[in-house]
């Protein structure tokens, strides 16, 4: 019976694993990819060329404990870590520009659920005409409002100056 030994991961190591995944020609190998082994491969060869040698389902199960292990630690993230966590993709703190040239979008309506794989320029655009959207329709919101105010004060009025007539004629009784 033959045991393997687990073999631990230096810094270096997962740090060049880390840099070799999130290059964006291994992102663009897993964006829609129903067999990933490919990408692995490629991973595993240039992780090989940096002088550390794994096996593609260590990288593998490597990868989904990393992608868990913030989960775990709680810790306050930084805007990049909350960005990469939401969108996916790793955020150049000081330049605060996507490095990822795809983003996977989740989408959720009465129809169904689903993702929309996006590149960073159409999630920019999709993310303004949004803003823009939210902002009419906010805007069409707060006219219905106004406009049902203003009858309501007309209304109110017209009940005021009814009242006022009233306790006149009342009082002149």
Request: charged content about 30%; hydrophobic content about 40%.
């Amino acid at each position: 019976m033959d045991i393997k030994a687990k073999q631990q991961w230096s810094e270096e190591e997962t740090n060049c694993l880390l840099t070799v995944w999130s290059s964006a020609e291994i992102q663009r190998k897993f964006v829609g990819a129903t067999r990933t082994k490919p990408a692995f491969k490629e991973i595993q060869r240039k992780m090989a060329a940096a002088g550390f040698t794994r096996m593609i389902e260590q990288i593998s199960n490597k990868l989904k404990k990393l992608k868990k292990e913030p989960a775990s630690q709680p810790t306050k993230a930084s805007k990049s870590e909350i960005a990469e966590d939401i969108l996916g993709v790793i955020v150049d703190e000081d330049a605060a520009a996507l490095q990822a040239p795809y983003v996977t979008v989740p989408y959720y309506n009465q129809q169904e659920r689903g993702s929309v794989t996006l590149n960073t320029e159409d999630l920019l655009e999709y993310l303004a005409r949004s803003d823009e959207k939210f902002l009419q329709h906010s805007k069409e919101l707060i006219d219905a409002l106004l406009q049902r105010m203003d009858s309501y004060t007309g209304t109110l009025l017209g009940l005021m100056s009814r009242i006022v007539a009233v306790l006149e004629t009342q009082s002149q009784k």
